[in-house]
C-alpha cells in the first residue's frame, strides 16, 4: 500500500526489485532523508493564489470559459470599433479628394468673394446699415394710424365698423359699460390714460344696453373688455370688478392686459 512518502517522492512499482539488499537498505534511509526535506519544503512553501488567472489555462471550469468568452467577445467588439474609426476617417479622406479640378477653382473663387466681403463689411458699414433701418421702423411708426383717445360707438353698426374696417394690424380694445355701474367709471378713466401712453392701440367704448346683450350680463358682466385683431377676437375680459375691484388705477388695467398679451410692454 502507497504512503506518504510514496505519494510525494513517486509511487512504487509492485514488482520493484532492488540489486542488493544493503544498496537497498541504504536507498531507503537516503530516500527517507530526502522525503523528509521535500515534505518540509512543500509544507513551508504558500499555496498558489487561487484566483491568479493570467488570461490563459490549461485545465479550466465553467467559470473560467466564460471568462475567457466574455473576453473574447469585448476584444472583438473593441477590434470592430476601431475598424470602423479607420474606414470613417478613410471614407472623409476620400471624400475630400473626389471633387473635380473645375469644382475646387469654383471654391477658391467663393472663398476670395468672401475674404472681400468681410474686408468691406466693416464697423462703419455697419453702423450705417443700422441707422438705415432705424430709420425705416421709424417711418413706417409714423405712418401708422394714431388714435390718442378713446372713441364712443353709439350703435351696433358703429361697434361692427369699428372692427371689421379697421386695419388688421391694429388692435382695437372695446369697453362695455353700464352707466350706474362704479367700476365701469373708473375703468373710463384708465383708458383715457391708456390711450394717450398706447396711441397706436385704438381705445373704444360701447353702452351695454347698446349692444343688446342680456340683462344679467348688463348688471353682472360689466366692466368689460373685449380685445379684436384682423376682425377676430383675441380677448374677453368680464366681470373685471371681481379682478381689479371698484377702485383701480389706469397701471393695474396695463398691467393686466400686458401680462394677458393685449397690449405690447413700454
Request: aromatic residues 6%.
Amino acid at each position: 500500500m502507497a504512503t506518504l512518502e510514496d505519494k510525494i517522492l513517486g509511487e512504487k512499482l509492485q514488482n520493484y526489485c532492488s540489486s542488493s539488499e544493503d544498496e537497498g537498505s541504504d536507498d531507503e534511509e537516503s530516500a527517507g532523508e530526502e522525503g523528509d526535506k521535500v515534505v518540509k519544503s512543500s509544507v513551508a512553501s504558500e499555496p498558489p493564489p487561487v484566483n491568479s488567472w493570467t488570461g490563459s489555462a490549461s485545465n479550466t471550469g465553467p467559470k473560467g470559459v466564460l471568462e475567457d468568452w466574455r473576453r473574447f467577445k469585448q476584444l472583438e467588439a473593441e477590434n470592430r470599433k476601431e475598424l470602423e474609426k479607420e474606414r470613417i476617417a478613410l471614407a472623409k479622406k476620400l471624400t475630400l479628394t473626389v471633387k473635380t479640378h473645375k469644382e475646387e477653382e469654383a471654391d477658391k473663387e467663393i472663398d476670395e468673394i468672401e475674404d472681400e466681403l468681410n474686408e468691406l463689411i466693416d464697423e462703419d458699414f455697419l453702423m450705417k446699415y443700422q441707422q438705415q433701418r432705424m430709420q425705416e421702423l421709424m417711418t413706417q411708426l409714423q405712418k401708422a394710424p394714431k388714435f390718442g383717445k378713446v372713441q364712443t360707438l353709439n350703435s351696433q353698426e358703429e361697434f361692427l365698423n369699428a372692427i371689421d374696417k379697421e386695419d388688421p394690424k391694429i388692435t382695437v380694445i372695446v369697453h362695455i359699460y353700464s352707466d350706474k355701474n362704479k367700476a365701469c367709471q373708473t375703468m373710463d378713466g384708465c383708458l383715457n390714460v391708456l390711450a394717450t401712453e398706447y396711441p397706436t392701440i385704438k381705445f373704444c367704448r360701447i353702452a351695454a344696453d347698446v349692444t343688446g346683450l342680456s340683462r344679467h350680463f348688463r348688471v353682472d358682466g360689466v366692466p368689460a373688455l373685449l380685445v379684436y385683431k384682423a376682425g377676430q377676437v383675441i380677448g374677453n375680459f368680464v366681470q373685471l370688478a371681481a379682478e381689479l375691484g371698484n377702485d383701480f388705477f389706469a397701471t393695474d388695467v396695463e398691467k393686466f392686459l400686458v401680462e394677458y398679451g393685449m397690449l405690447p410692454e413700454n
